[in-house]
């Protein structure tokens, strides 16, 4: 009796383990919503890129904090210039394109006024989703 106490509490310590532990990130895709979890902070966001990379859920603890907003990328507001710079490098648009919204004056929205954005891979690891 006293082994096989032992031996069922060495099983189950076995078990736990080799059970591997819950990744804390996870991406998966669900239609034309790409669904974005970290599971230790409870948080949860689903992104649909074909209505701008919007979205009107962001979890977290099981309560959506937001009804809706849009993605303001890459620029929040209207440009001085016909550029952007990041990490001190400066990017020109080529205004012939027509992918500038706000003529002249670049200004944040094209994303909501296109179905051009493609998902090509939705994954997690380690560090993200």
């Not at 701008?52 to 001085?80: H, M, Y």
Request: charged share 20%; aromatic share 8%; hydrophobic share 45%.
């Amino acid at each position: 009796m006293k082994h096989a106490r032992l031996f069922a509490g060495l099983s189950v310590l076995c078990l736990a383990v080799s059970t591997p532990a819950l990744a804390q990130y996870s991406a998966k895709r669900d239609g034309d919503v790409v669904v974005l979890e970290d599971a230790r902070h409870q948080m949860v966001v689903a992104v649909q890129p074909s209505a701008g990379n919007g979205t009107n859920e962001f979890k977290v603890k099981g309560q959506n904090i937001l009804r809706g907003i849009p993605v303001l990328a890459p620029w929040a507001n209207r440009l001085d210039e016909q550029a952007f710079y990041a990490n001190g490098k400066r990017y020109g648009f080529d205004m012939q394109l027509g992918n500038i919204a706000g003529g002249a004056v670049p200004i944040h929205g094209f994303l909501t006024r296109t179905d051009q954005w493609q998902v090509k891979e939705v994954k997690a690891d380690a560090h993200a989703a």
